[in-house]
Nanobody, 126 residues
Framework: QVQLVESGGGSVQAGGSLRLSCEAS????????LGWFRQAPGKEREVVASIYTDSNHTHYAESVKGRFTISQDSAKNTVYLQMNSLKPEDTAMYYC???????????????????WGQGTQVTVSS
């Protein structure tokens, strides 16, 4: 089992920045792929960014490329999502997620998460 705890959400004006953090605990060696999903009201959950832990290969949704950066601190078992130039359409509940996904699924963003955090709300006002 892998436990995930997020922090760092909040409210910000358009153009602002936020950094989300997710600390993993438990059998963290299972989590070959870590990432962030988001779900806005009335919309399906979507993968925002992923990182393959062994190689640091990353994937980003087209809508966030160039604005969001995913990174990890292996010593702290923590993954981060730096979000810059935020837009109102980024408003959503953001979930940290993990899975024993293969590299080709992780860095293509086509993986399905097994472990989930509780979610943290990000609200961007215009």
């Amino acid at each position: 089992q892998v436990q995930l705890v997020e922090s760092g959400g909040g409210s910000v004006q358009a153009g602002g920045s936020l950094r989300l953090s997710c600390e993993a605990s438990g059998h963290t060696y299972i989590a070959t792929c870590l990432g962030w999903f988001r779900q806005a009201p009335g919309k399906e959950r979507e993968v925002v960014a992923s990182i393959y832990t062994d190689s640091n290969h990353t994937h980003y949704a087209e809508s966030v490329k160039g604005r969001f950066t995913i990174s990890q601190d292996s010593a702290k078992n923590t993954v981060y999502l730096q979000m810059n130039s935020l837009k109102p359409e980024d408003t959503a509940m953001y979930y940290c997620a993990a899975d024993r996904a293969a590299l080709n699924r992780c860095y293509r963003g086509t993986w399905a998460a097994t472990y989930w955090g509780q979610g943290t709300q990000v609200t961007v006002s215009s």
